[in-house]
């Protein structure tokens, strides 16, 4: 008798493995059967990578600006040639400022440059050159921005103190070539060139993957709520919990094949730097994925609905992912409030790592510190989800 019960004890075993194979392997031909989930999975990320990579850049570089040389000395014609040889502005040159207004007010131009009649005047005088501004002294020129675009204005005005500075201090140096001077020498680390690129589309496949995980996720399952297949599968003997693993594990393969494609991109056609590791770089994504695939499992069983559903995805997973992750507005700077927020946002954590893992190497501390909060508020989205996800029809 106990040699029977232990018989029949091994195939019940045995059936569990069994059924969520069998799970997994229905969910992978359904993947492979519908081409939105491969489009969504492979197609959509090339698109915002290119997007971000190509086509969105947070360098203020060729701003085209209007230069005004009021006199013909030599100063000044020196002056005048230290802009047009910097690489942050594309001179348009002319005699008189009102030749440039209306393009100024019409957006062609980001600024306009003025050196004033009496500038070589006031250099002979030997005060050094300044930009103009509430306590200029000595010789001085005016900088004419548009304030309707803050962000620019300040590039175009920082830029061309920037150049009247570095040209001042090459005037003195070789009028005194013996006087000694002190320098401040910057570097930047990780990223010398200040490219924006490098920190765009290391950010950017987080959005990828937020959009892989909770977007196709909640949108299959939801399309399988609608067809009523749903309810045939919890009419089975499989258990919520299989139900649910068997729903996540091929979107979690699936999730990490489209992160892996977005990396090679950014290093072979985008040359962003990559210094870390490979485990990094899995670990933080699959730690990530776990929200996301949450989140999309969560939205589909409370939504029943795919249009719902998808809304319901880009508003609370997409948006929040774009704008308070810290992607391109600095956490910081954002009203205490919209900070608290932000704490429960998964990207915010994600983000900083794969910029680490790009552009710096491998900070485990840092990671293992995202990497438990992103799992901790996975573990709390998989549990709405299961309770949600009864084992019941109708």
Known sequence: MSAQGAGSRAPRRARG????????????????RDPSSLLIAFAL??????????????????????????SSTPVAQDLAAAFRASRYFEVMSGRDRRAFEEDLVRGRIRGILVIPADFAADMASGAAASVQ??????????????GSDPNTAGFVQNYARGVVETWARQRAAEAAPRAPAITVERRFWFNPELASRNFLVPGSIAIVMTLVGTLLTSLVVAREWERGTMEAMMATPVSAAELLAGKILPYFVLGLASMTLCVLLAVLVFDVPFRGSAAALYAVSASFLMPALGQGLLISAATKNQFLASQLAL????????????????????????????????ARYLIPCLQTVFLAGDVWPMFLRAMATMLLIGAVLFLLAARSTRKRIG
């Open 17 to 32: 493995p069994r059924r969520f194979a069998a799970l997994v392997r229905k969910e992978v031909r359904q993947i492979l």
């Open 315 to 346: 508003l609370s997973g997409f948006l929040p992912a774009f704008l308070l992750s810290g992607f391109l507005f600095e956490i910081d700077s954002m009203p205490r409030p919209i900070q608290w927020i932000t704490a429960i946002v998964p």
């Open 133 to 146: 501004g509430p306590s200029a002294r000595g010789p001085s020129m005016q900088v004419i921005v548009d």
């Open 45 to 70: 990320p090339l698109v915002l990578l290119f997007l971000f990579g190509y086509g969105v850049s947070l360098d203020a570089t060729r701003n085209r600006v209007g230069l005004v040389v009021e």
